[in-house]
């Protein structure tokens, strides 16, 4: 599996996804996975995992996907999430370190330089949660990954 690393300006500390899963360009669909890691923002003090942080999760899975889509293999495109159509949270399970979570981006709509994505973040069959978001892509504007 290929390490998205490469291909989202987030680094370090807010890198929240891991790798490629799968990528299906006539569906306009890829799944992106990640290992839940004790050491990212997503826990709170009881280390019990903040939901919400599901909508970042999110995020970088689209980024990672246009990435390449686009086939922009030099830098990560500046993105923006500009709305959210829609967020439910389904299940609020007990996650813990170490569970594997699968982010599942379609791209429902591309009016450069607006995309519309929906997405479903599931570990194992189990759905947590799901939505509708729509970003900006600046056009020619790349962020380097030392900012």
């Known amino acids: 599996m290929e390490s998205v690393k490469n291909y989202i300006p987030h680094s370090g500390f807010m890198k929240l996804i891991d790798n490629y899963i799968s990528i299906d360009f006539d569906q306009n669909k890829a799944t992106i996975g990640l290992t839940l890691d004790i050491n990212k923002p997503y826990w709170d003090k009881n280390s019990l995992f903040k939901t919400y942080w599901s909508i970042e ?87 380097s990954k030392e900012h």
């Not at 980024?63 to 293999?73: L, M, V």
């Not at 030099?74 to 993105?79: F, I, R, S, V, W």
């Not at 170490?98 to 599942?104: A, E, P, S």
């Open 57 to 143: 999760m999110m995020a970088q899975a689209v980024a990672a996907f246009h990435q390449k889509q686009t086939n922009a293999n030099d830098k990560p495109q500046m993105g923006y999430l500009i709305s959210i159509d829609s967020y439910e949270l389904f299940e609020s399970m007990k996650l813990k370190p170490g569970d594997k979570i699968n982010i599942i981006a379609t791209m429902e709509m591309d009016l450069f330089p607006i995309g519309v994505y929906s997405c479903k973040v599931m570990s194992g069959d189990t759905l947590i949660s799901e939505a509708s978001m729509k970003f900006l892509i600046e056009e020619g504007e790349l962020l």
